[in-house]
């Protein structure tokens, strides 16, 4: 649970698109493991943020749309519920989508220059999605992405497509081998492991969203 004391602030960020019949109650009930680790009695108690200049957590009814924009104080127990939050939000999801998990941590100081020890910070990426074919498409979207922005240091964007389609191949076959393994019909479970960043290495700055 939070405390004033707790290693690390936690941030949570991510959109996810909801199907059209979810209601509030169903996503204060499969956010619950969120809700009820920030030490609330309720979503909306929990919805705002431990920073002003955060939107929190969103229910944008309308757009059917899910915006998490939200810090809290934790610990590494916080991990264990993410998988359970991802379970949850598959069955909601109208898409797939990811989301970002970063750990700062909280005694350390990027100003202090008369100590050597390295930040704790961290950082996850999980998805959620309807089906691992939407899933999927999250994951190749970003990993694309990722690539091709690092390669164009180098080469020129249209000289790209053979490795993209290689990253195609990768995902259809990652596919393929799900639906030979009768795995279709099992959601899986909501998390992609990291997703850049990791410990040590340079700090990655707050409100890069």
Known sequence: MPSSHAPFEIHVHGQITLRPEVAFEQLQDALKPLWKYAGARSLADAAESSYEDEPGIKFEAQ???????????GDDDFRQILDEVCMNLNDLAATGAAVEVTFYDAEFDDEDEETEAESRDDFMMLFVGPDPASIMQVQRDLLVQDVVNMMERHFDGAELGGVVAEI???FGQRFDDLVNSMQLGKPPRGSGGGHGGGHGGGRKPRHLH
């Open 63 to 73: 757009e059917h749309m899910l915006q998490i924009c939200w810090t809290v104080a």
């Open 168 to 170: 195609d191949k990768l």
